[in-house]
């Protein structure tokens, strides 16, 4: 056993901070280290430096145009990159349908879809979630009828990240009603400019924009546009799900974010004296502090494994309810520790240009918003409580 | 022991309860939270039309109730229906100024709504501490001037008076040597007023030599301000059992309707248990509260350590209620569209008035100590 990163391990962070130091636009630090609105530009824009890079498709084989890093170097270069405030990366082109594409998809769809993902040409949403099929995904009713050449599609998603700025969406689709539900669910690639497409906003409860409701009415999509085979969806869905899962204990966001806090916790003053020195408070940084630790070690010990050839199981899931458990506790203290400040919030002051005087301190205004805004880590991609449905059928035995 | 209400608290609260009902739904309370002041000005004629300003106050104050127990049935009413008029500040405001005494025609005019009170006394470097004061205050004839700056200031924008503390004597951290006076806006009076997270109207004021008339005695407002800290306190804490009560409520009820895998998700043993620990904690509340109303009147450390208590187990009550609510809804509970979400803002945002889950933990150690 040794705990220690290896040389290539240390030399490698250090590259990877002195690309951050050059090439990290500090406007774009600056926002998200403020906990500022991002809008479609600045990701944009940090997409396309990390492509020039070759550094974005870090989950990609290097056939496909990824940097063939270990585990260690992706989590090496995921703390880096939230340690320096760089925004994170739209991960359902990248990180959930490329996955599917390279093991499912035709020879014309990799070669045409891959490229665009990269250079940034299609922007990609998710079309799983229904108003009638949260958890229980595999209940989904919006339908693909074969019309000759295409298929025609009805019916409507929800949940959809970032979708109102997406080109394309990928959707789980009902295209047969015979046998067990799993069996009639294909996964369809759909232009979000067809005709009969439409997107409705979904306003969170901090007064956010990053969802929508995608409606499909009468929507004709080439049958090229069928990944795989006809009916096998759910097989691709849950591949995918797995690829969603890698990344999701999110220690770096976690590490970045209690670091963050523990600033915090400098600054507030408590009785003349910082806050981080009263002991009711330090106790409590203490024990998310150990938490995230064990976590990062948690992490590392299945990344490693899955590296060295077994695939990243059930384990995933406790990733996710842990790390979820973890990123939401250091957003409770992070409120806590701004004393009365957590109460004022302007959304205008979460924009880029706003120039008024902050109300409190400068870092005040997003926190608590925040709070609640990541309430729903423990909802999305998966919620913990089908994340522990998992674990106690795979790893318990006990269903 | 008699945990029942009287006959007069049971109309007040069927009273309150019957309006708010008829009025004030969620999507009227949102649409209210974008007015200027960040309220109605129309409710609050008609909360006074109704009696409910007065039922804050006791009789020698002009009012009609001012027990805990009226404390209580008002604010938990007002909480199960997210009510944003200045309430909270026209209790604390209003109790410091009848324990002092000599201001009954002020009171009489905000019993009848006419005026309205606002106490600024957090200041930037306070945090939750009540005794922590660096605005001050000298002599100047029968009138004192008064600089310094006053922050998270509830309902500060829309009040006509303003009850402000500062320092005649001692340190910034000492009890002694606080002065309370009245002060009424003025171009002395700077006000950035703001809407906070939940919804509610504050203000950031900065005292740039404003004019004030000395409410009760020289250097002797902590008391003051002590005590009409534990009768609001105690009231948030009431208000925020409402809003949990209602919290837990819609989350039972969806639970017997949301349908996932062909069943209610309510069958699941797994969140049948969870809602069961949230009504057990809720009953926990309750009683605190109970504690905290029934001892408003006894010797100081018992009543501060009672509304300690309280204040305590609404922040972390208040955490597992609204996170349990939000977390069980699912997505829905996440969007501004669906009610469940501004009362989860709410409960959790009470911890950050009148000190914190921390802050009376801390505190009711102390006080057992002395």
Same mark, same amino acid.
């Given at each position: 056993?040794?705990?220690?990163?290896?040389?290539?391990?240390?030399?490698?962070?250090?590259?990877?901070?002195?690309?951050?130091?050059?090439?990290?636009?500090?406007?774009?630090?600056?926002?998200?280290?403020?906990?500022?609105?991002?809008?479609?530009?600045?990701?944009?824009?940090?997409?396309?430096?990390?492509?020039?890079?070759?550094?974005?498709?870090?989950?990609?084989?290097?056939?496909?145009?990824?940097?063939?890093?270990?585990?260690?170097?992706?989590?090496?270069?995921?703390?880096?990159?939230?340690?320096?405030?760089?925004?994170?990366?739209?991960?359902?082109?990248?990180?959930?349908?490329?996955?599917?594409?390279?093991?499912?998809?035709?020879?014309?769809?990799?070669?045409?879809?891959?490229?665009?993902?990269?250079?940034?040409?299609?922007?990609?949403?998710?079309?799983?979630?229904?108003?009638?099929?949260?958890?229980?995904?595999?209940?989904?009713?919006?339908?693909?009828?074969?019309?000759?050449?295409?298929?025609?599609?009805?019916?409507?998603?929800?949940?959809?990240?970032?979708?109102?700025?997406?080109?394309?969406?990928?959707?789980?689709?009902?295209?047969?009603?015979?046998?067990?539900?799993?069996?009639?669910?294909?996964?369809?690639?759909?232009?979000?400019?067809?005709?009969?497409?439409?997107?409705?906003?979904?306003?969170?409860?901090?007064?956010?924009?990053?969802?929508?409701?995608?409606?499909?009415?009468?929507?004709?999509?080439?049958?090229?546009?069928?990944?795989?085979?006809?009916?096998?969806?759910?097989?691709?869905?849950?591949?995918?799900?797995?690829?969603?899962?890698?990344?999701?204990?999110?220690?770096?966001?976690? +590490? #970045?974010?209690?670091?963050?806090?523990?600033? %915090?916790?400098? !600054?507030?003053?408590? &009785?003349?004296? =910082?806050?981080? @020195?009263?002991?009711?408070?330090?106790?409590?940084?203490?024990?998310?502090?150990?938490?995230? +630790? #064990?976590?990062?070690?948690?992490?590392?010990? %299945?990344?490693? !494994?899955?590296?060295? &050839?077994?695939? =990243?199981?059930? @384990?995933?899931?406790?990733?996710?309810?842990?790390?979820?458990?973890?990123?939401?506790?250091? +957003?409770?203290?992070?409120?806590?520790?701004?004393?009365?400040?957590?109460?004022?919030?302007?959304?205008?002051?979460?924009?880029?240009?706003?120039?008024?005087?902050?109300?409190?301190?400068?870092?005040?205004?997003?926190?608590?918003?925040?709070?609640?805004?990541?309430?729903?880590?423990?909802?999305?991609?998966?919620?913990?409580?089908?994340?522990?449905?998992?674990?106690?059928?795979?790893?318990?035995?006990?269903? | 022991?008699?945990?029942?209400?009287?006959?007069?608290?049971?109309?007040?609260?069927?009273?309150?309860?019957?309006?708010?009902?008829?009025?004030?739904?969620?999507?009227?309370?949102?649409?209210?939270?974008?007015?200027?002041?960040?309220?109605?000005?129309?409710?609050?004629?008609?909360?006074?039309?109704?009696?409910?300003?007065?039922?804050?106050?006791?009789?020698?104050?002009?009012?009609?109730?001012?027990?805990?127990?009226?404390?209580?049935?008002?604010?938990?009413?007002?909480?199960?229906?997210?009510?944003?008029?200045?309430?909270?500040?026209?209790?604390?405001?209003?109790?410091?100024?009848?324990?002092?005494?000599?201001?009954?025609?002020?009171?009489?005019?905000?019993?009848?709504?006419?005026?309205?009170?606002?106490?600024?006394?957090?200041?930037?470097?306070?945090?939750?501490?009540?005794?922590?004061?660096?605005?001050?205050?000298?002599?100047?004839?029968?009138?004192?001037?008064?600089?310094?700056?006053?922050?998270?200031?509830?309902?500060?924008?829309?009040?006509?008076?303003?009850?402000?503390?500062?320092?005649?004597?001692?340190?910034?951290?000492?009890?002694?040597?606080?002065?309370?006076?009245?002060?009424?806006?003025?171009?002395?009076?700077?006000?950035?007023?703001?809407?906070?997270?939940?919804?509610?109207?504050?203000?950031?004021?900065?005292?740039?030599?404003?004019?004030?008339?000395?409410?009760?005695?020289?250097?002797?407002?902590?008391?003051?301000?002590?005590?009409?800290?534990?009768?609001?306190?105690?009231?948030?804490?009431?208000?925020?059992?409402?809003?949990?009560?209602?919290?837990?409520?819609?989350?039972?009820?969806?639970?017997?309707?949301?349908?996932?895998?062909?069943?209610?998700?309510?069958?699941?043993?797994?969140?049948?248990?969870?809602?069961?620990?949230?009504?057990?904690?809720?009953?926990?509340?309750?009683?605190?509260?109970?504690?905290?109303?029934?001892?408003?009147?006894?010797?100081?450390?018992?009543?501060?350590?009672?509304?300690?208590?309280?204040?305590?187990?609404?922040?972390?009550?208040?955490?597992?209620?609204?996170?349990?609510?939000?977390?069980?809804?699912?997505?829905?509970?996440?969007?501004?569209?669906?009610?469940?979400?501004?009362?989860?803002?709410?409960?959790?945002?009470?911890?950050?008035?009148?000190?914190?889950?921390?802050?009376?933990?801390?505190?009711?150690?102390?006080?057992?100590?002395?």
């Amino acid at each position: 056993m040794d705990m220690a990163f290896s040389s290539e391990e240390n030399s490698f962070r250090d590259e990877v901070r002195e690309f951050l130091k050059e090439k990290l636009p500090q406007r774009l630090a600056n926002k998200v280290k403020l906990g500022k609105r991002l809008n479609k530009d600045d990701m944009v824009e940090w997409h396309a430096i990390l492509n020039e890079q070759g550094w974005l498709a870090t989950n990609w084989p290097e056939e496909f145009g990824g940097p063939g890093w270990t585990a260690v170097q992706k989590h090496i270069f995921d703390e880096e990159c939230w340690a320096a405030g760089a925004p994170r990366t739209v991960p359902f082109g990248l990180n959930m349908l490329a996955p599917v594409l390279m093991k499912f998809g035709s020879e014309e769809q990799k070669a045409h879809y891959l490229p665009r993902i990269l250079d940034g040409t299609d922007w990609w949403c998710q079309g799983y979630s229904e108003p009638g099929a949260g958890s229980d995904l595999a209940s989904l009713r919006t339908s693909a009828v074969r019309d000759g050449d295409h298929y025609i599609v009805n019916g409507q998603k929800t949940w959809t990240t970032l979708g109102q700025f997406a080109d394309w969406i990928f959707c789980l689709v009902r295209t047969s009603s015979e046998g067990k539900r799993q069996e009639g669910i294909s996964f369809l690639l759909i232009d979000m400019n067809t005709p009969g497409v439409t997107v409705r906003p979904i306003i969170l409860i901090d007064g956010e924009h990053e969802v929508n409701e995608i409606f499909f009415d009468d929507v004709k999509v080439p049958v090229g546009n069928l990944v795989g085979e006809e009916n096998k969806g759910w097989t691709y869905a849950k591949y995918l799900l797995t690829h969603e899962r890698t990344g999701t204990a999110n220690v770096g966001n976690s +590490n #970045a974010a209690l670091e963050r806090l523990k600033k %915090i916790a400098t !600054e507030q003053k408590k &009785g003349g004296k =910082p806050l981080a @020195e009263d002991p009711y408070f330090a106790a409590r940084l203490a024990k998310v502090e150990i938490d995230l +630790n #064990a976590l990062k070690t948690t992490n590392l010990r %299945i990344l490693v !494994e899955a590296d060295s &050839g077994a695939a =990243p199981g059930p @384990e995933s899931s406790m990733l996710k309810v842990k790390g979820t458990i973890v990123r939401q506790e250091i +957003n409770d203290l992070s409120r806590r520790a701004l004393g009365p400040y957590a109460l004022p919030f302007s959304s205008e002051a979460m924009e880029d240009g706003y120039n008024e005087e902050p109300i409190g301190p400068e870092y005040a205004n997003p926190i608590a918003a925040k709070y609640f805004n990541n309430r729903k880590m423990s909802i999305y991609a998966g919620s913990n409580e089908v994340q522990r449905e998992i674990l106690t059928k795979t790893k318990l035995g006990l269903s | 022991m008699d945990f029942s209400l009287n006959e007069d608290r049971r109309m007040l609260a069927d009273t309150l309860s019957r309006f708010l009902s008829d009025n004030y739904d969620i999507e009227t309370r949102n649409g209210f939270a974008l007015q200027d002041g960040n309220c109605s000005m129309e409710m609050w004629g008609k909360f006074a039309e109704l009696g409910i300003i007065g039922a804050l106050f006791k009789e020698d104050a002009g009012g009609f109730g001012g027990e805990g127990a009226d404390l209580m049935v008002v604010f938990e009413a007002l909480g199960r229906h997210l009510v944003l008029e200045p309430f909270l500040p026209t209790l604390l405001a209003g109790t410091v100024l009848s324990s002092a005494g000599g201001h009954d025609g002020l009171m009489e005019q905000v019993i009848g709504g006419e005026s309205i009170l606002a106490l600024a006394h957090g200041e930037p470097a306070s945090r939750y501490e009540m005794s922590h004061v660096e605005a001050t205050a000298k002599q100047n004839g029968d009138q004192w001037e008064i600089n310094g700056n006053k922050s998270v200031v509830i309902g500060g924008g829309i009040a006509t008076h303003l009850v402000v503390s500062a320092r005649t004597s001692g340190d910034a951290d000492s009890a002694e040597g606080i002065s309370l006076f009245l002060v009424e806006k003025s171009d002395k009076v700077g006000i950035r007023d703001y809407g906070t997270l939940d919804g509610y109207g504050a203000a950031e004021l900065s005292l740039n030599g404003a004019n004030g008339t000395l409410i009760g005695e020289e250097g002797a407002g902590y008391a003051l301000l002590e005590e009409a800290y534990a009768a609001a306190t105690t009231a948030i804490c009431a208000e925020s059992l409402g809003a949990m009560e209602v919290a837990k409520d819609m989350t039972v009820e969806y639970m017997k309707t949301r349908k996932q895998f062909g069943i209610p998700i309510g069958k699941f043993q797994a969140l049948q248990h969870r809602m069961a620990d949230v009504l057990i904690e809720l009953e926990q509340m309750r009683s605190a509260v109970v504690n905290a109303a029934g001892n408003l009147d006894a010797d100081r450390v018992t009543r501060e350590r009672e509304v300690s208590a309280a204040k305590y187990l609404a922040g972390n009550v208040g955490r597992q209620v609204a996170e349990e609510a939000i977390q069980i809804h699912g997505g829905i509970g996440m969007t501004w569209e669906y009610a469940v979400g501004h009362f989860a803002k709410r409960i959790i945002m009470i911890d950050h008035l009148l000190g914190d889950t921390d802050h009376h933990l801390e505190r009711y150690i102390a006080l057992g100590r002395s």
